[in-house]
């Protein structure tokens, strides 16, 4: 079974298990606000997204679970867009702001939607990828009940994801916390 299949299944439930969190965090690490475009990349329900309204115009949720987005709609201010994050179909450098909070591991080609990433992203922007810390033991369990669930997921450490971002033009740290890590990438003015 693909993997959207499994999101698709739980769109209507997602955020009754996996609930909204407190936004100052990624308000904090995205260096929001800013006058320009958000994408919110693998953000599903706009769980996340749901939060930035005020914070940057427009905000985009792009995510490959048509499902998950039909919630999405229910909340204002967010635009969906279903797509792959390997192939989005926005221009180069459009989003002033990108996050993508745990969705790096349920992605196809992790080269690829970096990549994607990157190319949109305008110089002077910021990425944030959250994701659960592969370096924690309860993360490696959480791991392996996915690839039980035949969820295909492919968990990196934070380093290894930090490597991803192989631009000249490209600043890069990791900040961890008590379950999560998080990648943050500048792109540098030229």
Not at 21 to 40: F, M, R, V, Y
Not at 51 to 76: W, Y
Not at 85 to 114: C, S, W
Not at 163 to 169: D, E, I, R, S, V
Request: hydrophobic share 45%; charged share 20%.
């Amino acid at each position: 079974m693909p993997i959207f299949d499994h999101f698709d299944f739980l769109a209507p439930l997602y955020e009754k298990f996996i609930p909204p969190k407190n936004p100052q965090e990624i308000w904090a690490l995205a260096d929001l606000p800013t006058s320009g475009a958000l994408l919110d990349a693998g953000g599903g329900t706009g769980r996340v997204a749901q939060f930035m309204n005020g914070k940057a115009h427009p905000i985009i949720v792009a995510d490959l679970s048509c499902k998950m987005l039909s919630e999405t709609r229910q909340k204002n201010g967010l635009r969906p867009v279903c797509t792959h994050t390997e192939k989005l179909p926005f221009g180069d450098e459009t989003f002033a702001r990108i996050i993508m909070v745990d969705a790096l591991h349920h992605v196809y080609n992790q080269r690829g939607t970096v990549d994607e990433l990157w190319r949109t992203l305008a110089p002077g922007g910021r990425l944030v990828i959250e994701e659960p810390d592969l370096r924690l033991f309860g993360v490696k369990m959480l791991a392996l009940a996915e690839k039980l669930a035949l969820m295909r997921s492919h968990f990196l450490s934070p380093p290894h994801i930090a490597a991803l971002f192989h631009y000249p033009n490209a600043r890069v740290h990791i900040e961890t916390g008590e379950f999560n890590a998080w990648i943050i990438a500048e792109k540098q003015r030229e």
